[in-house]
């Protein structure tokens, strides 16, 4: 069966440092992989979504980039955190653009 | 942006009760779903309808559609304790899958 991890759990960082979250998917290849975050009791706000190797598309200019430097990898990174980059973030996974997505159990970041 | 938006924002009931969830949107869609997600975890797929079905059912969940309102609702029968959660669901419509705010439902025992 098909899982998705997503790491760290948690995360407390500085205004101004970096950040790299990492997101691995298991059970399946070639999936669509996607970045979302969600503000405090809001909906997904998506962030990037990646159909292959190297291939992003971003939905949102940040100061968040993403990259897929293997099938099943997905990370999230940024040069310099910024106080608005605090939420919920979640990666999730689909095998085609319209099938349901695959959810890990997100990242809390604060940002202080 | 999102494309569904769900009604209420929060909906509180009875164990036992009946909950209804309702998600409008304003484009056209190839499909809809509904997601469901617990405090601080991920969303989890409960539901897919397609643009040319009306109804589907799985376990105590009953999902319609009406693309001629386009809108289409979410009914969980006989709640239980750990239905708490938020439900959202997502419209998808050529290559973009976009979700709404969501639906907090508490249910109390």
């Known amino acids: 069966s098909q899982t998705i991890h997503q790491w760290p759990a948690t995360l407390v960082q500085p205004v101004g440092s970096p950040l790299s979250l990492e997101c691995t998917v298991e059970g399946t290849s070639n999936p669509n992989l996607y970045w979302y975050r969600q503000a405090a009791g809001r909906g997904l706000q998506l962030l990037f979504y990646?159909?292959?190797?190297?291939?992003i598309s971003s939905e949102v200019p940040q100061n968040l980039s993403a990259s897929r430097p293997q099938d099943r990898q997905f990370i999230l990174s940024s040069k310099k955190l910024l106080l608005s980059d605090s939420g919920f973030y979640l990666c999730?996974?689909?095998?085609?653009?319209?099938?349901?997505?695959?959810f890990g159990d997100g990242t809390r970041l604060s940002i202080l | 942006s999102q494309q569904g938006e769900e009604d209420p924002q929060a909906l509180s009931i009875q164990e036992g009760e009946n909950a209804t969830m309702n998600c409008s949107y304003k484009?056209?869609?190839?499909?809809l779903q509904w997601y469901r997600q617990n405090s601080g975890r991920g969303l989890v797929h409960l539901i897919l309808?397609?643009?040319?079905?009306r109804e589907k059912h799985s376990g105590r969940l009953r999902v319609t559609l009406d693309t001629s309102k386009k809108s289409s609702s979410l009914l969980i029968t006989a709640s239980r304790a750990a239905d708490t959660a938020s439900y959202f669901c997502a419209t998808y419509n050529n290559n973009d899958m976009r979700f709404g705010a969501g639906t907090r439902l508490t249910v109390k025992p």
């Open positions: 999730a996974w689909s095998s085609q653009n319209d099938q349901p997505q695959h």
């Open positions: 990646s159909v292959g190797i190297g291939q």
């Open positions: 309808i397609r643009s040319n079905e």
């Open positions: 484009t056209s869609i190839n499909n």
